[in-house]
């Protein structure tokens, strides 16, 4: 099982490591600070041992890391991880963004199903299954989460059962969160947001996220 790092520390950018496995051009860590996309949440981009990471996959408790062919590590090797800290700041940012805005729909819109996510470094997007437009109510929802935003509360991220890998965000006095990416210490991190509603289809509504600083 490669040991999570960045749920320990989502802010820590450099890891000392040893490769436990090698597979041709798939590289496996001890441990690694390096997210794999899950959850909506794309990968970090970065580098093992200097060899830009080409891709990076779950695998079960494991995360694979793709590099190029003939990149010459082998097991035991000792090796240094390196993520893009701009990159991960955004995609957290933007995620927990994501996450709110998703709470406050569903909070306040009981029949809203979410059916898909995607949180990228420019913009994240929820999408909903929903026989209503939710435009109307849009400027309400993004000032609700732009509230609970601006009261920089601290953000709790833990274990629900650390023997599976399962773990949540919270905001106390709001919502518990069933969720396994990283996530900011404080919500005001995120700062000024911006919503924009997507017409994808009857009975679907996609709501889009945007970071305005």
Not at 101 to 129: N, S, T
Not at 151 to 180: M, N, T
């Amino acid at each position: 099982m490669t040991r999570k790092q960045f749920w320990d520390d989502p802010y820590q950018t450099e890891l000392a490591t040893r490769v436990s496995r090698v597979d041709g051009e798939r590289v496996w860590l001890e441990e690694t600070i390096f997210y794999a996309f899950s959850g909506g949440q794309e990968s970090d981009s970065g580098r093992i041992a200097g060899h830009p990471v080409r891709l990076a996959e779950k695998q079960g408790t494991d995360i694979a890391y793709t590099l190029d062919a003939g990149h010459g590590l082998r097991a035991g090797d000792a090796v240094a991880v390196e993520i893009d800290w701009p990159r991960r700041y955004r995609l957290m940012r933007l995620h927990f963004a994501a996450e709110l805005v998703l709470e406050v729909i569903c909070q306040q819109m009981e029949d809203a199903e979410k059916i898909g996510a995607h949180i990228a470094e420019d913009k994240a997007r929820i999408d909903f299954a929903l026989d209503l437009p939710i435009t109307p109510l849009l400027a309400d929802i993004a000032a609700a989460a732009q509230r609970l935003i601006d009261d920089d509360q601290p953000i709790v991220s833990a274990f629900s059962d650390q023997a599976a890998g399962r773990r949540y965000w919270e905001l106390p006095g709001f919502a518990r969160v069933p969720c396994g990416g990283t996530h900011l210490k404080r919500s005001g991190e995120v700062g000024r947001i911006a919503l924009k509603r997507r017409n994808i289809g009857k009975g679907k509504e996609r709501v889009e996220m945007y970071l305005l600083d």
